[in-house]
Every structure is written in structure tokens, then in C-alpha cells.
């Protein structure tokens, strides 16, 4: 749940936050409900790829992503051989990336590394929300 601002904020800080695979590939959290879809709103693959379309709710209403992801694979000598994929993301029970390749981590992405790393959550600040975070592996 992103905050409540002034309608005189700027759009880049209504709420600015991002949740982050392997701790490297972020899809955006912001409040653009009433902007067009764009490469660093809500639903973008940030800076890789705006959403298919917007689909966040405004201001103090919960969201609710379902992020499917294929994590980058690598030999065994740790060469990556493929980049990760957001493979379908669902924003309030709209489709915003289908079968996004991703050739590198996201800026403020940590560095790409193979095998298991973490999810984060980041807030620039904010007092966004977060709840029900969900992690089922998959092969």
C-alpha cells in the first residue's frame, strides 16, 4: 500500500519502493494509477520494461502483485548461460509483463549471482506497506 501525499507530489515519489528477486531484479512499486504506462511505474520491470498496462490503485489501497520469475542459469563454472525472466506478472488481477527477459540486474539491483539469494523490499523513505509476502519455489 503505497501512502497519502499532496496531489502537488511529484509522480516519481507517490510512494516509490520496489520489490526485488535475488536481490538484483526489481519490479516497481509507485503510485501511477492515473499516469501512463511507463519503463519506472508501477508494474515495470524498472528501467527494463514499462507494463503491458496500468493496473496500481490509488493511494492507501492494497495492491497485490503475483510475480512468476525464472532466476538467470548458470554452468558449473558460474558463466551465466541464460538471463532471468519475470515469466507473467499479475498487478490487481491484471497481466503487466509476460515473458520479460531481464539481461542484467536492475539499477540499485545487487549485482547477478548463481544460486539462492533473497527477496527485498525497498521503501526510498516511504511509508509504503507491505503484507502476505508469499515465496513458493518452483521448478
Not at 509522480?11 to 492515473?34: A, C, F
Not at 524498472?46 to 502483485?65: G, I, R
Request: aromatic share 8%; proline share 9%; glycine share 8%.
Amino acid at each position: 500500500m503505497t501512502p497519502k501525499l499532496g496531489p502537488q507530489t511529484d509522480p516519481k515519489w507517490r510512494g516509490n519502493s520496489g520489490i526485488y528477486l535475488k536481490m538484483s531484479y526489481e519490479m516497481q512499486v509507485l503510485e501511477t494509477h492515473d499516469l501512463p504506462a511507463m519503463i519506472d511505474g508501477c508494474g515495470a520491470v524498472y528501467e527494463v520494461k514499462a507494463p503491458l498496462v496500468v493496473a496500481c490503485f490509488d493511494q492507501l489501497m492494497w495492491n497485490t502483485y503475483e510475480i512468476e520469475f525464472k532466476a538467470p542459469i548458470y554452468d558449473a563454472r558460474g558463466t551465466k548461460t541464460a538471463n532471468a525472466r519475470f515469466t507473467k506478472v499479475v498487478l490487481n488481477g491484471k497481466v503487466v509483463q509476460l515473458d520479460t527477459e531481464v539481461p542484467g540486474m536492475t539499477r540499485s539491483g545487487q549485482p547477478e549471482a548463481p544460486g539462492p539469494q533473497p527477496i527485498k523490499l525497498q521503501d526510498h523513505q516511504h511509508t509504503v506497506q507491505f503484507r502476505n509476502i508469499w515465496a513458493i519455489p518452483r521448478n
